[in-house]
């Protein structure tokens, strides 16, 4: 597997920097890689990029240096894995409402002992051309885990998400929390940007890099300055 060059340098507290990719664009993915960002989260949970599209944008990420996340938006087993045969380096999964959901993103990223994920030969292990026990423990240590918080019940349950062993970094998404606070789309209204500051540092005490989205120079500063260390933005803001 592909060393994740992301997760590499998020985990050693510096700060990485990506867009949402919310349409089936191999071309935009690439570009992406050229213009220097860190990663891109292929989004399969919003738009219409399906299976096959988020394969060939995987491909055009890996041709341009840059990680291939995916959102994915069904806490499955079976679909989750099929997006990480075709070579996805991490994962982000939105809706995470407890502890159990949690531990079944987990279980369906890592190959045992660690998880349950399905042993299969895919593009991520080079067609199986790759050692298969060599290809097992570099997928666990390099596959990046993203859990996002965004409902009340997330929330209410933050502590069982935010400690779940495995998980590498906890999304705070400002547009989901404005909602259920009935402020919709107020994204930068002082409840959801102290909702979000509130748990940077028990996030961070837990082992977890911070996650959340940006729009411009002064909130990426405002928020690495708080410890965030994943910086999303979009590629129609580019």
């Known amino acids: 597997m592909l060393k994740n060059t992301m997760k590499e ?85 939105p809706l995470v409402n407890n502890e159990e959901d949690a531990k079944n993103v987990v279980n369906s990223t890592k190959y045992p002992p660690v998880g349950k994920r399905g042993l299969f030969g895919g593009r991520s292990s080079m067609y199986a051309a790759q050692s298969m026990s060599e290809y097992v423990k570099e997928a666990n240590e390099e596959m990046m885990v993203g859990l996002q918080i965004e409902t009340m019940d997330g929330l209410d349950n933050q502590d069982g998400i935010i400690n779940t062993d495995g998980a590498d970094m906890i999304f705070l998404g400002p547009g989901d929390l404005s909602s259920v606070f009935g402020i919709h789309g107020q994204m930068t209204h002082p409840k959801v940007q102290k909702t979000i500051s509130d748990m940077i540092p028990k996030i961070k005490s837990a082992g977890k890099q911070v996650g959340t989205l940006v729009f411009d120079g002064e909130s990426a500063k405002k928020w690495i300055g708080e410890g965030v260390n994943c910086l999303v933005n979009s590629t129609n803001r580019f």
Not at 12 to 38: K, Q, R
Request: negative net charge; proline residues 6%; hydrophobic residues 45%.
């Open 9 to 93: 340098k998020m985990m050693s507290d510096t700060p990485v920097i990506g867009p949402f990719v919310n349409f089936p664009s191999p071309a935009m993915v690439e570009m992406m890689g050229w213009l220097g960002m860190d990663f891109v989260i292929i989004d399969c949970e919003h738009g219409s990029t399906d299976y096959e599209s988020a394969e060939n944008m995987i491909r055009a990420a890996e041709l341009s240096g840059i990680s291939p996340i995916v959102r994915i938006g069904m806490n499955i087993q079976q679909h989750i894995q099929r997006f990480l045969d075709a070579g996805a380096q991490g994962v982000l999964i």
